[in-house]
Structures are given as structure tokens and as C-alpha cells.
């Protein structure tokens, strides 16, 4: 249980790497860079070796959606953690962002939006035909 809840953390410290570095638009090649931690670098890992294979099929990933299911193994593992009051942060931030993969629209984080807009006047986006487009409504 542990060991898997381990994976958890491990496996969305390479999922954050991979946004970060594509989104910085610094890193040219993402796919290359990592394959080439795969060989004397402190990350090295079968789960790394795992991803280098994914990006070689699928170099941006295109064909997956973001959609990530959960077996139990790291939900146990945080109630372990509750239950023994030991701080998992890791681990549970991992389980959740599963729990956010599932979410098209997170109400929580409408939430978030209206509440910025009432306090603030911080600009949100509305939902409808293009979602993405910013109003100060």
C-alpha cells in the first residue's frame, strides 16, 4: 500500500515536470529531456524508463486523455496516514490532482472565480460557446 501510494507522488512529480517544462517554453525538447534523466541522474526509475517509452510513442501525449482512475491503493494509503497522524502531503496532493483529473469544470474552482470577481472585480470566464474568453461581467 505504501510502496504504491509512493508511485502516487513519484509518477505526479513527472506529470508537473512535463507541464512546467512544456509550458515554460525554454525546454525544445520535452520528450528528449526526459530521456536523457534516464542514465545517471538521481530520478532515474523504471516508472521514468515507463514515461521515456509513452513520449516516444506519443511525443505530446495527444492521443490520452486527462483522466487518471485510482485502483485505492493511494486513497488507503492517506487514510493510513490520517489514521496514524502522519503528514503525507505528497501523496495525498497526488491522489487529489486523480480526483481534479476527472473534472472538466470544478465547481470548486467556479468557486474560486466568483469569489475573486465579488471581492476583487478580477476577471472570470464565463461559460458558453468559447469558454476561454476573459469578461469582467
Do not use: C
Not at 492521443?63 to 493510513?80: H, P
Not at 476577471?123 to 469578461?135: C, F, H, I, L
Amino acid at each position: 500500500m505504501v510502496h504504491n501510494g509512493i508511485e502516487y507522488g513519484m509518477m505526479q512529480s513527472f506529470a508537473e515536470g512535463f507541464e512546467l517544462m512544456g509550458a515554460s517554453g525554454i525546454v525544445d525538447d520535452v520528450p528528449g529531456t526526459f530521456e536523457s534523466w534516464r542514465e545517471g541522474t538521481v530520478v532515474r526509475s523504471w516508472l521514468l524508463d515507463l514515461l521515456s517509452r509513452a513520449l516516444e510513442e506519443d511525443p505530446d501525449l495527444s492521443e490520452l486523455r486527462g483522466y487518471a482512475e485510482d485502483s485505492g491503493e493511494g486513497r488507503w494509503t492517506v487514510q493510513a496516514a490520517v489514521d496514524h497522524a502522519v503528514p503525507a502531503p505528497a501523496i495525498t496532493a497526488a491522489l487529489y490532482a486523480r480526483f481534479a483529473s476527472r473534472q472538466d469544470d470544478s465547481p470548486a474552482m467556479k468557486v474560486v472565480a466568483a469569489l475573486r470577481q465579488q471581492f476583487g472585480g478580477h476577471a472570470v470566464t464565463k461559460s458558453g460557446p468559447d469558454p476561454r474568453t476573459p469578461s469582467r461581467d
